[in-house]
């Protein structure tokens, strides 16, 4: 079992910037891959970035362009999303995931185990 939680969510003006942040306890953190995916209202979950055991490989959605970058720190059982130039349309519920599987950083929201319960990020002038 793992628990996860994630914390930095807020509302912030267009172009600004958010660094989220997801503890994880209750498995060794460092094998396994771990994701960040986002759900506005109505619309299905969508994945944002993931990064992989030894954080040597990232993977980001199309939409990030850039903007947003996944890290994780091991010694702190953490990983971050640290995403800058914000828009609107990114607006949503910002979740983060475990995948403990062996297929390479997956997109899919299925694919992950376990996830956190989500925080809001809202951004508006």
């Known amino acids: 079992q793992m628990h996860l939680a994630e914390s930095g969510g807020g509302l912030v003006q267009p172009g600004g910037s958010l660094r989220l942040s997801c503890v994880v306890s209750?498995?060794?953190?460092?094998?396994?891959?771990m994701g960040w995916f986002r759900q506005a209202p109505g619309r299905e979950r969508e994945f944002v970035a993931a990064?992989?055991?030894?954080?040597?490989?990232?993977r980001y959605g199309d939409f990030v362009m850039g903007r947003f970058t996944i890290s994780r720190e091991d010694a702190k059982k953490t990983v971050y999303l640290q995403m800058n130039n914000l828009a609107p349309q990114d607006a949503a519920v910002y979740y983060c995931?475990?995948?403990?599987?062996?297929?390479?950083?997956?997109?899919?929201?299925?694919?992950?185990?376990?996830w956190g319960q989500g925080t809001q990020v809202t951004v508006s002038s």
């Open positions: 995931a475990a995948y403990t599987g062996d297929s390479w950083l997956p997109r899919r929201p299925y694919s992950y185990d376990y």
């Open positions: 990064i992989g055991r030894n954080g040597e490989k990232v």
């Open positions: 209750g498995r060794t953190f460092s094998d396994v891959d």
